[in-house]
């Protein structure tokens, strides 16, 4: 997070990056294909997602000022359409472990996988484009009689109920008239 004048900027970009980075990782724990993982099916892209979601991960810290220097947004960029091009082509092309006419049926891991790895790809494209939201305290400033703006003013001390104002030229307005019990 960096400090502006009048409040904090929070990076849009690498936020969404990293929760799409989160999900990808945990797809690779569940089923990519009936009862197979992403661990067990494959035997160097599972390796290669892993180092792709930390050094998104490691991008998000670097946007919020935890880690110097950070890590490029344009660098990020490239490793998430990496990320993306390789869940997708996983899921076009089969892995020779389960390949073939009888193969198993795609799980829920692998599309949550695509899902983390298009939230990667956009997390790091709003990175590129410096998008932020800029937050700006705001201090409440008390109204007259200690009441926050815009309150209702209560009288609780009063013993009678006021009522309601009447039109004007009403009859009750005039001397003498006759008042409603």
């Not at 073939?100 to 939230?119: E, K, N, Q, T, Y």
């Not at 590129?128 to 209560?154: K, Y």
Request: proline share 10%.
């Amino acid at each position: 997070m960096s400090s502006a004048p009048g409040g904090t900027r929070v990076p849009v970009g690498p936020l969404v990056a990293a929760i799409g980075a989160v999900m990808l990782l945990v797809s690779l724990f569940l089923d990519w294909y009936e009862g197979l993982t992403a661990f067990t099916v494959f035997e160097l892209v599972d390796i290669v997602l892993v180092v792709c979601t930390l050094l998104i991960v490691v991008q998000l810290a670097g946007g919020m000022g935890l880690i110097k220097p950070p890590v490029s947004p344009p660098i990020a960029l490239i490793v998430a359409l990496f990320a993306l091009s390789v869940v997708l082509t996983q899921l076009v092309n089969d892995p020779p472990a389960v390949a073939g006419r009888a193969g198993p049926d795609r799980d829920i891991g692998i599309w949550l996988g695509v899902a983390g790895a298009l939230l990667m790809a956009a997390g790091a494209f709003l990175a590129t484009a410096h998008i932020s939201l800029a937050i700006e305290p705001r201090e409440r400033t008390a109204a007259p009689g200690g009441a926050a703006p815009g309150a209702a003013r209560v009288d609780h001390e009063a013993e009678t109920v006021r009522e309601p104002a009447r039109p004007a030229g009403s009859a009750a307005d005039e001397p003498g008239a006759p008042q409603k019990p």
